[in-house]
């Protein structure tokens, strides 16, 4: 039982650069969520996934898309990355009960030159 | 909407000595707190959770949070620190509905010998 994981831990894109980060998890949860992490600012929820095929806004949303093509993955992408995207990135996931726990991965640390 | 304030940014404090992080926060609704503990380069993990009744939450690690409703506070503590508590510690709310966690700034929390 692996729980949450992230791919790529670390990457480095130039100005205007795609890429597409992965979350995966093997607890048969629903819902799953996308945050960034900037210093003094906490965890930002960017967007998140209450089941397959769905997924919702969250507070940050702008300068990316998100899919959830299968339960257990949920895709972030960045169609063209902005210095101001430089951040770390967690994804979490939680059951369907509104007092279950949020499970974060490890985190995916993106720089934007 | 719902906001978080860790009153904190950072405390520093000797090695078994007691520890207070601040946490406020603010709700038109019913809400659940979160504790989290993040160790350097890792993900996030839960230190304890406040759903309902007692008011006294006992968590992890020796840590535990007291929710005070009149002063929209949930105040973390631990009667003796160790050198591992070093980490940064997040105060989380969500609604009843728990779809969102909204986080705090976070509290680094650094324990000298």
């Known amino acids: 039982n692996a729980g949450v994981t992230q791919t790529p831990k670390f990457r480095v894109l130039k100005t205007g650069q795609s890429m597409t980060l992965l979350c995966a998890q093997d607890m048969n949860h629903e819902y799953m969520y996308w945050y960034r992490q900037d210093p003094g600012m906490g965890l930002r929820l960017i967007h998140y996934?209450?089941?397959?095929?769905?997924?919702a806004k969250g507070e940050v949303p702008d300068g990316y898309n998100v899919s959830r093509l299968k339960k257990q993955n949920f895709l972030l992408g960045l169609e063209s990355a902005a210095p101001s995207q430089t951040s770390v990135y967690f994804c979490a996931s939680r059951g369907l009960t509104s007092t279950d726990t949020q499970y974060f991965g490890p985190g995916t640390r993106l720089t934007v030159l | 909407a719902q906001s978080v304030t860790q009153l904190d940014s950072q405390v520093p404090v000797f090695e078994e000595a007691p520890v207070e992080l601040r946490c406020n926060y603010s709700?038109?609704?019913?809400?659940?707190l979160f504790w989290y503990v993040q160790y350097p380069n890792q993900g996030l993990q839960l230190l304890l959770k406040y759903l309902s009744g007692s008011t006294l939450v006992k968590g992890i690690n020796g840590f535990e949070a007291e929710f005070n409703k009149s002063q929209t506070s949930f105040h973390l503590r631990k009667p003796s620190v160790h050198i591992s508590d070093t980490a940064e510690y997040f105060c989380?709310?969500?609604?009843?509905?728990?779809?969102?966690?909204?986080f705090g700034g976070g509290t680094r929390l650094m324990v000298k010998p």
């Open positions: 996934s209450v089941g397959e095929g769905t997924t």
């Open positions: 709700s038109s609704v019913s809400v659940y």
């Open positions: 989380a709310v969500s609604n009843n509905a728990g779809n969102m966690l909204t």
